[in-house]
């Protein structure tokens, strides 16, 4: 199992673009997690989806958006990327919500210039 | 107020010395409670649950005390290869939501 991967691993942006950030899991969790961690910060959830077509927002959703259209991807839409967007993003999954474990990918590295 | 609360360290201590991390929370209603840890640039990696009845896994050893609302970790014996940031996370049964704390800093000198 490759478990939970990203693409791209790094990407550079300039003010006013998009992109999607890609996730997908192997291991058949349920839920599923975007994170952004700033440095020196811990990660403050974006989004989070417990299921195939739902998702929720989570502390800090301005600037994206997700869809979950399979179990198995979760992608990460940015539009008009601002230099606050700058960051590393992790994607996770886990069994269910409450007691599992999360499992995470390696992060992609975002600059906002 | 921060729903998960750590003392960012940095915690610098020679090989073989015993540390302990603490971590506070704000939420009562919290359900289920993880260190976890991560190495500088990668993801963070599943160290250890916390259940009620604290937990040891080797060297390691979590406590949970909710009526004062916190979690600790000690680790005995520090080898070279812990030196990490240990994230405190935490779950509420409300909603479907984990919340991160900003992580302890370790490092273990030879």
């Known amino acids: 199992n490759a478990g939970v991967t990203q693409t791209p691993k790094f990407r550079i942006l300039k003010i006013g673009q998009s992109m999607t950030l890609q996730c997908t899991q192997d291991m058949n969790h349920n839920y599923m997690y975007w994170y952004r961690q700033d440095p020196g910060m811990g990660l403050k959830l974006i989004y989070y989806?417990?299921?195939?077509?739902?998702?929720d927002k989570g502390e800090v959703p301005n600037g994206y958006n997700v869809s979950r259209s399979t179990t198995e991807d979760f992608p990460l839409r940015l539009e008009l990327a601002a230099p606050s967007q700058t960051s590393v993003y992790f994607c996770?999954?886990?069994?269910?919500?409450?007691?599992?474990?999360?499992?995470f990918g390696p992060g992609t590295r975002l600059t906002v210039l | 107020r921060k729903e998960v609360e750590q003392d960012p360290g940095p915690f610098n201590v020679p090989e073989g010395a015993t540390v302990a991390f603490n971590c506070t929370y704000s939420?009562?209603?919290?359900?289920?409670f993880f260190w976890y840890r991560q190495d500088c640039r990668k993801e963070p990696k599943l160290l250890m649950s916390v259940y009620s009845s604290g937990n040891e896994d080797g060297r390691f050893t979590a406590q949970l005390n909710r009526a004062s609302q916190y979690i600790s970790l000690l680790i005995r014996d520090s080898k070279l290869s812990d030196s990490a940031t240990y994230l405190c996370?935490?779950?509420?049964?409300?909603?479907?939501?984990?919340?991160f704390g900003t992580g302890t800093s370790l490092t273990v000198i030879p």
């Open positions: 989806s417990v299921g195939a077509g739902i998702t």
């Open positions: 996370v935490v779950n509420t049964r409300s909603g479907n939501q984990f919340y």
């Open positions: 996770a999954s886990s069994y269910s919500s409450v007691y599992n474990e999360q499992f």
């Open positions: 939420n009562s209603a919290s359900q289920s």
